[in-house]
Nanobody, 124 residues
Framework: QVRLVESGGDSVQAGGSLRLSCAAS?????????MGWFRQAPGKEREGVAR???????WYAGSVKGRFTIYKDNAKNALYLQMNSLEPEDTAMYYC?????????????????RGQGTQVTVSS
């Protein structure tokens, strides 16, 4: 059974940086899954933040492009999100998500597997 556990969330000042981590387990083959991050702020809908395909191709939401970087370590079954130049608007619960090959075209918010989330709070 696929299990995703996020960590790295914290409270930071605007302009600061954080790196979120996602430890994945239960993958039969790490090359069979694409992964990503989405977030949800109180009172707002879920928003896809970034996605990385099996071949390593990244995608970013326009609101984070140039500030966030998604990358993975297949050997560790880990996914990361480096977040720089954080803004108060980035405040949200961040979730790691995974999807099996063949369904990676789905929006990140619709991926089949997701973790419990890690809170990011950015103050001005």
């Amino acid at each position: 059974q696929v299990r995703l556990v996020e960590s790295g969330g914290d409270s930071v000042q605007a302009g600061g940086s954080l790196r979120l981590s996602c430890a994945a387990s239960g993958f039969t083959d790490s090359n069979y899954y694409c992964m990503g991050w989405f977030r949800q702020a109180p009172g707002k809908e879920r928003e896809g933040v970034a996605r990385i395909l099996i071949d390593g191709t990244p995608w970013y939401a326009g609101s984070v492009k140039g500030r966030f970087t998604i990358y993975k370590d297949n050997a560790k079954n880990a996914l990361y999100l480096q977040m720089n130049s954080l803004e108060p608007e980035d405040t949200a619960m961040y979730y790691c998500a995974a999807e099996t090959r063949g369904y990676c075209g789905r929006p990140v918010i619709a991926f089949s597997y997701r973790g419990q989330g890690t809170q990011v709070t950015v103050s001005s």
